[in-house]
């Protein structure tokens, strides 16, 4: 199976600020990996496909980048609305997987 | 537009059995593969596998083998998730999600269920 390992584990940070997410695949996932945000209590919602395709109605401060085993996500400019849970999730191979998370605060 | 919808929160108790349903709407059901994925409270998200709703044929995840069925009432452009033999470690909300190539652009609301004696 591919592991994915996410990190930072959990992440504060100021209005405005710029935050990077970042994940390992435990090999070459050739750019298929997603990412999700998943508020409290409810269902997660794509926010990048094929590393860096932007989801439709996903603000444009969200990007992807990456390719091989290292990807990551950008927010430029944390919003209120931003606080949230972030997890990867790569689409090469079954089964898929996905990240442990990262927790998004505001400081 | 686009819904996935799933059905109620349940609880049960060690043994019996669970059954969820997801109805998807405004889009073509067989057009796209039904994922399931596990999140246990306070957890991650696990992968537990998918249906071909165009054959009915299902796929398991390896730690989904045995106790999990996965089907379709197609005509009603539903997909159910069943468990059997419930354990305490089965408390989870689900969720049902699709529309993607093997990422889900959709997702269903999750269904949380209590194993409890």
């Known amino acids: 199976d591919i592991q994915m390992t996410q990190s930072p584990a959990s992440l504060s940070a100021s209005l405005g600020e710029t935050v990077s997410i970042e994940c390992l695949a435990s090999?070459?996932?050739?750019?298929?990996l997603a990412w999700y945000q998943q508020k409290s209590g409810k269902s997660p919602q794509l926010l990048i496909y094929?590393?860096?395709r932007l989801q439709d109605g996903v603000p444009s401060r969200f990007s992807g980048s990456g390719s091989g085993t290292r990807y990551s996500l950008k927010i430029s400019g944390m919003q209120p609305e931003d606080e949230a849970d972030y997890f990867c999730?790569?689409?090469?191979?079954?089964?898929?997987?996905f990240g442990s998370g990262t927790k998004l605060e505001i400081k | 537009q686009i819904q996935l919808v799933q059905s109620g929160p349940e609880l049960k108790k060690p043994g019996e059995s669970v059954k969820i349903s997801c109805k998807a709407s405004?889009?073509?059901?067989?057009?796209?593969?039904m994922h399931w994925v596990k999140q246990a409270p306070g957890k991650g998200l696990k992968w537990m596998g998918w249906i071909n709703t165009y054959t009915g044929k299902p796929t398991y995840a390896d730690d989904f083998k045995g106790r999990f069925v996965f089907s379709l009432e197609a005509s009603a452009s539903t997909a159910n998730l069943q468990i059997s033999n419930l354990k305490n470690e089965d408390t989870a909300t689900y969720f049902c999600?699709?529309?993607?190539?093997?990422?889900?652009?959709?997702w269903g609301q999750g269904t949380l269920v209590t194993v409890s004696s």
């Open positions: 090999e070459g996932i050739s750019n298929d």
């Open positions: 405004g889009y073509t059901f067989t057009d796209y593969a």
């Open positions: 094929a590393a860096s």
């Open positions: 999600a699709s529309l993607g190539i093997n990422w889900f652009a959709y």
């Open positions: 999730q790569q689409s090469y191979k079954y089964p898929l997987t």
